[in-house]
């Protein structure tokens, strides 16, 4: 079943899944590209170093090797001498480490940059577990990587073994040579060993960076059920989705019910449009829209208002024009206030009539709705409800 899991997996990783795997500190790094970097480095410092280092070391060796009566006699300055010069050698070779460290680390970073997370650290009993870590012991990437340390060790072996062979009989030449002499050839040898170390580190690492990278986004690979997974985990399920938006229309449609009981008056055609209009004497300004909708919800609306006797007109091009051009808790367009402010004053003296104030109005008047705020004189209102 793992083998097919794995052979599943054939599609590239997500943006997300190489988010997260950075996160859990999972990052292309190629050891040999850090060790190659930490010897050049080395290298170059020590090259640069070497004429003031020549004469410091002579001169370093020259004090140490040089005896008298009372040094020999005194047990404890022997001692002394030594750390002096252990001391003193112990802070010429930390700054060579401290850089070839810090080349190491900026090498390392060089191929998955740099990243943060404390997730490695954390306990996971789960890796005590010798059954859950022998598949990853036996595994493709695991033998690979075995196998190419073996071959750097072999080969950096034989490539040692080799140039020492060859520069033995110099080595031993250096011991009849005088001290600067002897010092700056043997640095010249070690030196030279070195640079070949440092090449042939430079051929692993040309062919390990490519490699660290493919079995890095080989790992990561994702199955055509994986992507789907993390579709739905981004988008959300669907139903749920869907259920949520219902929720929310019909609290929305509530709140506009709630609010049609407060209205002056609703404005509706014969079946599919009502929109309910608030007029505030007080703050001035224009009518505003507290409730509107269309088909079975301007139904809803024309029963609450009945019940909360709201009057209920019928304007079917006024009521048109506000459900498609009005938003709701906002004043009407400025284009329908003339159209809004006749049926207004036709409510008012309706109420005024019924209170036995004035005459009875007749029928409402044709009012000034602009054509082109009518949705059935829009190109692209074919079919919509008369």
């Not at 750097?152 to 520069?167: E, I, N, S």
């Not at 007080?282 to 909708?293: M, Q, T």
Request: charged share 20%; with cysteine.
């Amino acid at each position: 079943m793992a083998d097919q899991g794995a052979q599943d997996r054939n599609l590239p990783a997500s943006p997300r899944k190489l988010q997260k795997a950075r996160e859990d500190g999972q990052l292309p790094r190629s050891r040999d590209l850090g060790h190659f970097g930490a010897v050049a480095a080395g290298i170059a410092l020590l090259a640069v170093m070497a004429p003031s280092a020549l004469g410091w070391l002579t001169a370093l060796l020259q004090r140490g090797l040089r005896f008298d009566a009372q040094t020999l006699s005194t047990t404890a300055s022997m001692g002394e001498r030594f750390g002096s010069f252990g001391g003193q050698f112990l802070w010429a070779v930390l700054p060579v480490g401290a850089v070839t460290i810090l080349v190491a680390m900026a090498t390392g970073f060089a191929i998955g940059g740099w990243n943060f997370t404390t997730k490695p650290l954390m306990p996971n009993f789960g890796k005590l577990n010798p059954l859950t870590g022998l598949p990853k012991l036996l595994s493709a990437d695991r033998l690979i990587d075995t196998l190419r340390s073996c071959l750097l060790a072999l080969v950096l072996g034989t490539v040692g073994a080799f140039y020492l062979a060859r520069q033995m009989p110099a080595f031993a030449a250096t011991l009849e040579l005088p001290l600067p002499a002897a010092i700056a050839q043997a640095g010249s040898d070690v030196m030279f060993g070195l640079l070949l170390l440092a090449l042939t580190l430079a051929g692993f690492a040309v062919v390990d960076v490519p490699l660290q990278r493919f079995q890095h986004a080989k790992r990561l690979k994702m199955s055509h059920q994986e992507v789907k997974q993390e579709h739905k985990e981004q988008e959300g399920n669907v139903e749920v989705k869907s259920k949520v938006k219902a929720r929310m229309r019909e609290m929305a449609n509530r709140r506009m019910l709630a609010a049609v009981p407060k209205a002056d008056l609703v404005v509706m055609n014969p079946t599919h449009y009502a929109v309910a209009l608030k007029y505030d004497e007080d703050k001035g300004g224009a009518p505003r829209v507290v409730a509107k909708g269309a088909d079975l919800m301007a139904m809803r609306i024309r029963d609450t208002a009945r019940a909360a006797e709201v009057p209920v007109l019928q304007a079917a091009v006024l009521a048109r024009a506000l459900y498609a051009h009005a938003e709701l808790d906002r004043e009407v367009p400025v284009a329908l206030y003339g159209a809004v402010a006749q049926v207004l004053a036709y409510v008012y003296q309706l109420r005024a009539a019924l209170a036995g104030q004035v005459p009875m109005p007749g029928a409402l008047p044709e009012l000034p709705v602009p054509a082109e705020l009518d949705p059935h004189n829009q190109p692209n209102a074919a079919g919509a409800a008369a």
